[in-house]
């Protein structure tokens, strides 16, 4: 097919502004979904994204549509994770296109990660083309919200489409508009074969699947195609293209998305963003902007059952069959038992690997806090990562230490406004700007370091501005900070699940509050337990939990040990979990309650 009839475009979002419900309908007038497929939102796959409204995996459609011009264009949606977290991905899906749909709640307005997106879009070149979604609500505000559209992103609210993706309202002229706004692809169709590689992820029945835009040239069958940064030949084995349907075709040609199969043993030989060309004519030169994508968040996982080792071992093998963006290794602790620490893109990328973890495959899990990771150059001039507390070399080997910063962009109702300032300040936050972007809502980019937002900021935020704030963030670079490692110790044996890298400044009172709050948990023993929290053999803190006279022992803690592991079974909640330490009982709860306090 002629280039000049391709378009490719991504769809960019707030989250529930309405993404997934915009791409079902242009695929619906497209005629892409046949009738018993409509219930369900075919872009969002994973059962956690459903629920969440969130996407994960990026996949792709191809849609015939008739243009105005009475030509039959090829449409190629790319579907982009929305969240920060994913931002590797929604950067690949966007290289892949030459334009957007900014989609916007004409009722909502612009949110924090319609700007996120938008910068992305931006950096990639595209296109936008403002789409106002929710029209068919009494609250819409269409006026309003082409003001913001302009102040804010600088495009001309004039050019702003009006639809009701829900109710299919105004997605011709949606679709007019893609072929009248969106480039078409500018590659040279002659020249050798450059792919770009934008996504892989494994499929039961058809191995691993490679989605690709191919930039220049044509992929054809049986072609052995090189893939640059992973320096390994593969042949094509199978091309095809998502209508949303896999179906086979014969060859993808200039300008075009769609699939590959190349008998690539498992997705981690594929990184994403690489460039695929021909064994036989390969292109001197990659495309831009490859890069790997580094975890940022670490944490540690543990079985809340020790038997279940090799289950959560395998687990995480399977799930990194789709997930090639997590990193895992051993782990042990002497609280917790053997487990594994795990590298993540971001905070929500924890909570999804977590919640797929226990859901797919039924595990217990308890999770340590996360930590993020810190540049710390030793007295002999070496420079380490630390990626987990535990390992923190003693204060006396360390030189300096450095820790990584995000800029955060809040969208913030005036009404809340001063209590998200007080928690921005708690959280050594720098002001960059404040301006109110309507009479009611202000819009905040703050500096902050990353540790500061990486256990319960997103939920400290949501319960002060009762769910009206909106919050997104990116990586800023990493600068030096007076930290210190703040260890816990019961009985004078550190608990290394429980340590905790700090600001000096607060460590005194960090340390305080966790003894406390461990107190209020731990449940009595026969004997007394002291809580210390400590920084290099300081004592900064310490409380005592009593012993139990033994008659009272037998009513709490007595009884036979099978109804105490029924028990524990139904207490999903796993507030009953304990993990002995010692002879100290450990509940899961008093975990997750210290590490909340960050
Ligand atoms: P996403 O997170 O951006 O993918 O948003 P979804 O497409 O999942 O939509 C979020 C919510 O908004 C869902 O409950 C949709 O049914 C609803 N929604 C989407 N489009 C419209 C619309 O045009 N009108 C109304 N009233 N609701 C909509
Ligand atoms: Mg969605």
Redesign the pocket.
């Known amino acids: 097919s002629n280039q000049n009839f391709i378009r490719n475009f991504s769809i960019i979002?707030?989250?529930?502004?309405?993404?997934?419900?915009?791409?079902?309908a242009l695929m619906r007038v497209c005629g892409a979904l046949e009738q018993r497929h409509e219930k369900e939102?075919f872009?969002?796959t994973m059962d956690i994204e459903r629920e969440r409204?969130?996407?994960i995996k990026a996949q792709t459609v191809r849609l015939s549509f008739r243009a105005k011009d009475g030509n039959l264009y090829q449409l190629n949606l790319m579907d982009t994770p929305?969240h920060v977290d994913f931002s590797y991905e929604v950067s690949r899906s966007l290289a892949a296109c030459e334009g957007s749909l900014l989609?916007v709640?004409a009722s909502q307005g612009v949110e924090a990660q319609t700007l996120a997106n938008v910068y992305k879009a931006i950096e990639h070149n595209h296109t936008l083309i403002p789409v106002l979604?929710?029209?068919?609500?009494p609250s819409a505000d269409p006026e309003n919200i082409k003001t913001q559209i302009q102040n804010l992103i600088g495009l001309s609210g004039d050019d702003a489409l009006e639809?009701?993706?829900?109710?299919g309202t105004g997605i011709e002229a949606v679709l007019q508009s893609i072929v009248d706004r969106l480039p078409s692809p500018q590659g040279d169709a002659t020249a050798c074969l450059k792919a770009l590689l934008v996504d892989s992820w494994y499929d039961a029945y058809l191995g691993v699947i490679l989605l690709v835009r191919v930039v220049d040239g044509i992929i054809t069958q049986k072609m052995k195609i090189f893939m640059m940064a992973a320096n390994a030949v593969y042949t094509v084995e199978q091309i095809g293209i998502f209508t949303p349907y896999p179906t086979p075709v014969n060859h993808l040609a200039c300008g075009e998305v769609g699939y590959i199969i190349a008998n690539v043993k498992t997705v981690r030989d594929c990184h994403i963003g690489d460039t695929l060309t021909e064994e036989q004519r390969p292109a001197t030169e990659a495309l831009p902007g490859f890069k790997p994508c580094t975890p940022v968040v670490f944490c540690s996982l543990f079985p809340t059952e020790a038997g279940d080792f090799d289950r959560l071992r395998e687990s995480l093998a399977k799930l990194h069959l789709n997930d090639a963006s997590f990193s895992y290794e051993m782990d042990t602790s002497n609280a917790l038992g053997f487990g594994f620490r795990l590298g993540l893109l971001g905070l929500l990328h924890l909570e999804v690997v977590q919640e797929r973890l226990e859901r797919e495959f039924d595990l217990d899990l308890i999770i340590t806090a996360p930590s993020v990771v810190y540049k710390i150059q030793l007295q002999n001039g070496t420079w380490i990562d630390l990626h987990n507390p535990a390992d923190m070399p003693t204060p006396n080997e360390i030189h300096s230490m450095l820790e990584p910063w995000i800029k955060a962009t809040l969208l913030v109702p005036d009404l809340y406004v001063g209590a998200v300032l007080t928690l921005l300040v708690e959280r050594r936050g720098i002001q960059d700007s404040l301006e109110y972007i309507t009479p009611t809502r202000a819009l905040m980019v703050y500096r902050m370091p990353l540790n500061e937002v990486a256990f319960d900021f997103y939920d400290t935020l949501k319960s002060l501005t009762r769910g009206h704030a909106s919050f997104d963030y990116d990586m800023d670079g990493y600068e030096e900070g007076e930290l210190v490692l703040l260890s816990i110790l019961l009985n004078g044996e550190p608990i290394h699940a429980l340590a905790s890298v700090v600001p000096q400044m607060r460590a005194y009172e960090k340390g305080r509050a966790i003894c406390e709050k461990l107190k209020g948990i731990l449940p009595r023993q026969l004997f007394p337990i002291a809580i210390q929290a400590a920084v290099g053999g300081k004592i900064l803190a310490r409380e005592t939990v009593s012993a139990l006279r033994k008659n009272v022992t037998a009513k709490c803690y007595g009884g036979d040990i099978t109804r105490k592991r029924k028990l524990l079974e139904k207490q999903k909640e796993g507030k009953k979990r304990m993990r002995k330490f010692g002879n100290i009982e450990i509940p899961q709860k008093a975990f997750i309650e210290v590490l909340k306090l960050g």
Do not use: E, F, W
């Open positions: 979002a707030h989250i529930d502004h309405g993404k997934s419900t915009l791409a079902d939102q872009l969002d409204g969130i996407t929305g989609v709640d979604n929710k029209m068919d609500l639809v009701s993706a829900k109710k």
